[in-house]
Structures are given as structure tokens and as C-alpha cells.
């Protein structure tokens, strides 16, 4: 995997204020983007360039893959592996207001992942709207 640099990190940070303060951490290489102490997103080059990986689950990794982003996978000890993280869609990665509906999408995911029953504070009333 190949290093991603701060700038991408805190572009794609700023892509996800419509969740509140996100917070980019290093993690293998990559980064891990958290909003409300969740994983929403992690940002990794696997051979395509920096990506930001939005968090998914059962229920929103079909809008994903209609949308055409892909599957975070890599091969492992000779094996392929995936994680619950889908590329975010070309035209939200030009602004924030595009971002919006995904990220609450990732920020559902996180939540579901993590078995709490909560949203982020800053969009409480609008947390369940999928993205058009």
C-alpha cells in the first residue's frame, strides 16, 4: 500500500463535516477517518490512487455498487480478503454538500457496526435520508 499524505486526509476530512469534527488518524499506511470516536471511512491506495473507503453495511452496499464504487479488497497470505468499506462515488468527492448523503451512510454503518442506536449531533433530524 502506498503512503497517502496528509493533504488527501484533510481534504477528505473536510468532505465529511456534515458529520461534525472528523479526526484523521494514521493506520497502516493509510488513514482512518472517525467522527463521534466511529470509523466512518478510511483512506488507502490499493493500486488505483488515494481513495477515500466509505464505511457500509448489508443494507447500503447495494446504493454503493448501483453507484458504481467498489470493494475495498486485497490479497492476503495468498488469499482475498474484503472489508465492509466501498470507494466513494466520483462526483461526492468534489465537495462537501455531494458527500453529504454518503457520508451519513457511513456514519449509519459505523454505528450499526458498533451496536450503538445514536447519530451524529450535528444531523440528527436528517440521519436516515439515503442518497439520491
Given at each position: 500500500?502506498?503512503?497517502?499524505?496528509?493533504?488527501?486526509?484533510?481534504?477528505?476530512c473536510?468532505?465529511?463535516?456534515?458529520?461534525g469534527p472528523?479526526r484523521?488518524k494514521?493506520?497502516?499506511?493509510g488513514?482512518?477517518?472517525s467522527?463521534?470516536?466511529?470509523t466512518?471511512a478510511i483512506?488507502?491506495d490499493?493500486?488505483?490512487g488515494d481513495?477515500?473507503?466509505?464505511?457500509?453495511?448489508?443494507?447500503?452496499?447495494?446504493?454503493?455498487?448501483?453507484?458504481?464504487?467498489q470493494?475495498f479488497s486485497?490479497?492476503?497470505?495468498?488469499?482475498?480478503?474484503?472489508l465492509?468499506?466501498?470507494?466513494?462515488?466520483?462526483?461526492?468527492?468534489?465537495?462537501?454538500?455531494?458527500?453529504?448523503?454518503?457520508?451519513r451512510?457511513?456514519?449509519?454503518?459505523?454505528?450499526?457496526?458498533?451496536?450503538?442506536?445514536?447519530t451524529?449531533?450535528?444531523?440528527?433530524k436528517s440521519?436516515r435520508?439515503?442518497?439520491e
Open positions: 500500500m502506498a503512503q497517502i499524505s496528509t493533504d488527501f486526509a484533510d481534504y477528505c473536510e468532505l465529511l463535516t456534515s458529520l472528523c484523521a494514521r493506520m497502516f499506511g488513514w482512518g477517518i467522527c463521534d470516536g466511529l466512518v483512506l488507502a490499493l493500486g488505483e481513495t477515500l473507503w466509505l464505511k457500509a453495511s448489508d443494507e447500503s452496499r447495494t446504493l454503493y455498487e448501483q453507484a458504481g464504487c470493494r486485497y490479497t492476503a497470505k495468498g488469499m482475498a480478503r474484503g465492509n468499506y466501498y470507494s466513494a462515488p466520483t462526483e461526492a468527492m468534489e465537495s462537501p454538500a455531494l458527500m453529504r448523503d454518503w457520508a451512510l457511513a456514519w449509519q454503518a459505523a454505528v450499526q457496526a458498533h451496536g450503538k442506536a445514536s451524529p449531533k450535528t444531523h440528527r440521519a435520508k439515503p442518497p
